[in-house]
């Protein structure tokens, strides 16, 4: 199993061992000690999955009061992640990656408390299922417009298949208030 870092340090993309034989095959999808050895050192208190068709996506969305951090992995078809660091005051304020993940790949990210995370279905559908540090209150979520030109993603799709409340998602800078600190700078 490998843990690699991203551009936005905090941020790991998660290469587990996959056995293969002529039955199929086998991976861990997550192992405490293992992931703690890895950078990954958080308590997960909740589980979700969801299915979406080609083009569509789903973000940018964090939470303010209880932020959640995530550990995404796809279970069918294929996505482009998003990461975007939210956090005022972090040297990588605004910066954002973007990574494969698939069914056939098995790469996983971990994305902690403070980014904002997308997804952008780039298979026919795809079945993504993700592991969250706090539970979710719909009443603490922020949302930010998926094509805010403050953050400026390379989205795959020119007109993506968006939600009513994503398609209402104010930018960055109508909501610059709303947004975490960053913990270095606190101190």
């Keep these: 199993m490998?843990?690699?870092p991203t551009a936005l340090k905090e941020v790991i993309v998660v290469g587990p061992d996959v056995?293969?034989?002529n039955r199929g095959?086998?991976?861990?999808?997550?192992?405490r000690d293992k992931y703690l050895r890895?950078?990954?050192?958080?308590?997960f208190v909740q589980d979700n999955q969801?299915?979406?068709?080609?083009n569509t996506i789903r973000g940018l969305?964090?939470?303010r009061r209880h932020p959640q951090g995530k550990l995404v992995r796809v279970?069918?078809?294929?996505?482009?992640?998003?990461v975007v660091d939210i956090r005022r005051g972090s040297p990588s304020y605004l910066k954002w990656i973007s990574v494969e993940l698939s069914a056939d790949n098995f790469r996983q990210i971990y994305i902690p408390p403070g980014f904002a995370h997308g997804i952008c279905i780039t298979s026919e559908f795809a079945d993504i299922e993700y592991k969250c540090t706090d539970y979710y209150d719909p009443c603490d979520e922020l949302r930010?417009?998926?094509n805010d030109p403050a953050v400026g993603i390379q989205w795959p799709v020119a007109k993506p298949i968006l939600s009513d409340k994503d398609l209402e998602a104010p930018t960055l800078a109508d909501q610059i208030s709303l947004l975490p600190w960053h913990s270095e700078t606190l101190l």
């Design 75 to 82: 279970l069918t078809g294929a996505i482009l992640d998003v």
């Design 2 to 4: 490998n843990f690699t």
């Design 19 to 21: 056995y293969r034989d």
């Design 38 to 43: 890895g950078g990954i050192d958080c308590e």
């Design 50 to 54: 969801s299915r979406s068709t080609r």
């Design 25 to 31: 095959y086998f991976v861990e999808t997550f192992r």
């Design 144 to 146: 930010i417009a998926w």
């Design 61 to 63: 969305h964090a939470q």
